[in-house]
Every structure is written in C-alpha cells, then in structure tokens.
C-alpha cells in the first residue's frame, strides 16, 4: 500500500532552519513529480517547490528561493526540503504530494498522492 509520511517540522526562531523529509513506501518516487505545499492558517493552500524524476526543481514562490532547496535521495525513496532563513511567514503546515508524471504542476489536484503533513511554526 503506497504511503507518503513527512517528517521534520518543528518549532524553530527566526532565521533558523529545518530539514523536511518525505519518504515513500509501497511505490518508487523515481518517475514521480514530488512537490511541497504549505497551508497557513486562514489562508489557501500553496504549491512551494517541485523535483521532477528528472532531479529538475522549481520553485513557486519567490520568497522561498535562495532559502529553500528541494532534492531527493532515490536510494532511500525520500525528497527533502531544506529550508533556510526561515521567517515567520513560513509559518504552515507543510504536505508532500506525488504524480505519476515527470512534469511537475502548482496544481494541487494533479498529485494523486499526498502525505499527512508536518506543522512548521516560526516564531521567538
């Protein structure tokens, strides 16, 4: 049974950093677009980045780049993303999401698989 589980969210102060992690199980991420999307409270959900089987990466939100870096390690079947400098407008609960397809999409509805998320807070 396919399974995606995030992990390292955290309470962190501003200008810290954290390491998430999304592990897959049950089917290989190798031909999978894997995106992170994060949902602030009161606000809708966002697409943050995105790596294609390829290893290709974007970024959707310009307040992200240059401080958060998505890769993957096809070895233990898991995308990380590190995120630097983090401010409280990072504040979100954070969902790693895969699709079947090496393109990768904002589109939250085209990942068919989605992971139970991870709360990160920001804040001194």
């Known amino acids: 049974q396919w399974q995606l589980v995030e992990s390292g969210g955290g309470l962190v102060q501003p200008g810290g950093s954290l390491r998430l992690s999304c592990a897959a199980s049950?089917?290989?991420?190798?031909?999978?677009?894997v995106g992170w999307f994060r949902q602030a409270p009161g606000k809708e959900r966002e697409g943050v980045s995105c790596i294609r089987g390829t290893g290709s990466t974007i970024n959707y939100r310009d307040s992200v780049k240059g401080r958060f870096t998505i890769s993957r390690d096809g070895a233990k079947n898991t995308v990380y993303l590190d995120m630097n400098s983090l401010q409280s407008e990072d504040t979100a609960y954070y969902y790693c999401?895969?699709?079947?397809?090496?393109?990768?999409?904002?589109?939250?509805?085209?990942?068919?698989?989605w992971g139970q998320g991870t709360q990160v807070t920001v804040s001194s």
């Open positions: 049950g089917f290989s991420l190798d031909t999978y677009a």
């Open positions: 999401a895969a699709r079947q397809s090496n393109w990768c999409t904002e589109s939250g509805s085209e990942y068919a698989y």
